[in-house]
């Protein structure tokens, strides 16, 4: 992990949020899928990124959702 992720209690919720986003990016990178899931992956991750610009607690709901889909606890079935 890199040095600057401060791991740290007195993170502001930007930086948790931030730092999830990190998490996130490197296990959408590190997905040994066929290229058009780990695509499908990679936009709804751009979304995610783009929604924490204006909305950071629905971009949080959504990371949460996010993670729990790369973790496979999703209760949404996939096509």
């Given amino acids: 992990?890199?040095?600057d992720d401060r791991l740290t209690d007195s993170a502001s919720p930007e930086e948790e949020?931030?730092?999830r986003l990190r998490v996130a990016y490197r296990r959408v990178a590190a997905?040994?899928?066929?290229?058009e899931e780990k695509e499908?992956?990679?936009r709804r991750?751009?979304?995610?990124?783009?929604?924490?610009k204006r909305n950071l607690d629905l971009a949080r709901a959504r990371l949460d959702a996010f993670l729990a889909d790369l973790d496979g606890d999703s209760d949404t079935p996939r096509r």
Avoid: H
Wanted: charged share 20%; glycine share 0%; aromatic share 10%.
């Fill in 45 to 52: 991750f751009v979304v995610i990124c783009d929604l924490a």
């Fill in 17 to 19: 949020l931030a730092r």
């Fill in 1 to 3: 992990m890199a040095a």
């Fill in 31 to 35: 997905l040994r899928l066929p290229p």
């Fill in 40 to 42: 499908r992956f990679a």
